[in-house]
């Protein structure tokens, strides 16, 4: 007789019942394994030496006469790397970024940008969920009070670790997935999360093309250099304003 509507939630949830059949476990932590083998062999091949502001400068007039070449295709194609490598959830997306702002211009870099490292983390968000999810109920209660919290008010709690990242991007990534988090206000999140983030250092990019094109130390005033590069220091400062502002509410309530 086959299981009942109850019996199948009880297995879907996690329960002692379904966890007991290892290859229905094995199975749902096969993406999370792909993802994590990918990620060791390009980093065990040496792939993020690339990943480097000097390997860009050495590479630029190649990469410059690919995107005139290619056109709307070396975009396509720089938004599929960008999201590959978020996906590996490997060092460089900073890199990546400037990249564009180099290759395509702020906006069509920043957008760019933003579509890859929305897919990428999506990918690994999905992974993650298919393979974790249900396990903070198995940690215990307080782990579960945490993803019932995350669950409750999951798209502002997500855009505010987008916004100011005070976690790694691949750890909020798995966390989300742990909680469970529904994909529609996962993507929404992270999507206008990293925007601010992803024009600003897309516009530095941009600038950089200005400063290698006519190498004068005047460029750095240049509205097109100087603007990104304050919009860098004010990402680099709201951490801290965020942490300063974090504690002085906790001194409050402890009162």
């Not at 690994?124 to 019932?148: D, K, M, S, T, W």
Request: charged letters at 10%; hydrophobic letters at 60%.
């Amino acid at each position: 007789m086959s299981d009942g509507p109850a019996e199948r939630d009880r297995f879907a949830s996690g329960s002692p019942r379904g966890s007991a059949a290892g290859g229905w476990t094995v199975r749902r932590l096969v993406p999370l394994g792909v993802i994590a083998v990918a990620a060791a062999a390009f980093l065990a091949a040496g792939a993020e030496r690339y990943l480097s502001f000097a390997a860009l400068a050495a590479h630029h007039a190649w990469l410059m006469s690919f995107v005139m070449r290619w056109g709307a295709a070396a975009l396509l194609a720089y938004v599929a790397v960008y999201a590959g490598l978020v996906a590996l959830s490997v060092p460089g997306a900073a890199i990546l970024t400037v990249a564009g702002g180099l290759l395509f211009g702020t906006w069509l870099g920043g957008l760019g940008a933003v579509l890859g490292a929305t897919l990428g983390a999506s990918a690994v968000f999905l992974a993650a969920r298919a393979g974790l999810a249900g396990l903070a109920a198995r940690a215990g209660p307080r782990a579960e009070r945490i993803a019932a919290g995350f669950r409750a008010d999951a798209f502002n709690y997500l855009l505010v670790l987008r916004l100011v990242p005070l976690f790694p991007f691949w750890l909020v990534n798995l966390a989300a997935g742990l909680a469970g988090m529904r994909l529609l206000p996962y993507v929404a999140a992270t999507f206008l999360g990293i925007v601010p983030g992803a024009f600003v250092y897309a516009g530095l990019g941009n600038g950089l093309g200005h400063l290698v094109a006519a190498p004068d130390l005047a460029v750095l005033f240049r509205p097109s250099v100087l603007l990104p590069l304050l919009g860098l220091s004010l990402l680099a400062l709201i951490p801290v304003f965020y942490r300063r502002r974090s504690a002085g509410g906790v001194r409050c309530g402890g009162r």
